[in-house]
């Protein structure tokens, strides 16, 4: 059974940089498309980034873009995400996800942003943004 295990959540200032991490276990990483979505107090889980199984394609949402770097380390078994140039807005608790994939290996990798894509997840790290 794959395993999520989300680190380096804490509390940082405006402006400030934060990276956080994610330990993949039970199954073969290689084989998964990772992703970090994020959910702030009432409101949905949202997307920030994907990155594809060997982590030569990215893929972010709009209001991360130039700040966020999304990247992976196939030996270690773990997705990052690195933060910069934090924001309030960036406020919430950080997830992250994975989702194998397909058996044919004709089909290329995707971006994937919505969470029905993704099997499994993490029990999320708190990201807190002081002005």
């Known amino acids: 059974q794959v395993q999520l295990l989300e680190s380096g959540g804490g509390l940082e200032q405006a402006g400030g940089s934060r990276r956080l991490s994610c330990a993949f276990s039970g199954g073969t990483f290689n084989n998964y498309g990772m992703g970090w979505f994020r959910q702030a107090p009432g409101k949905e889980r949202e997307f920030v980034a994907t990155i594809s199984w060997g982590g030569g394609s990215t893929y972010y949402t709009d209001s991360v873009k130039g700040r966020f770097t999304i990247s992976r380390d196939n030996a270690k078994n773990t997705v990052y995400l690195q933060m910069n140039n934090l924001k309030a807005e960036d406020a919430g608790v950080y997830y992250c996800?994975?989702?194998?994939?397909?058996?044919?290996?004709?089909?290329?990798?995707?971006?994937?942003?919505?969470?029905?894509?993704?099997?499994?997840w993490g029990q999320g790290t708190q990201v807190t943004v002081s002005s």
């Open positions: 996800a994975a989702s194998e994939r397909d058996a044919d290996p004709a089909v290329s990798w995707y971006p994937q942003w919505r969470v029905h894509e993704y099997e499994y």
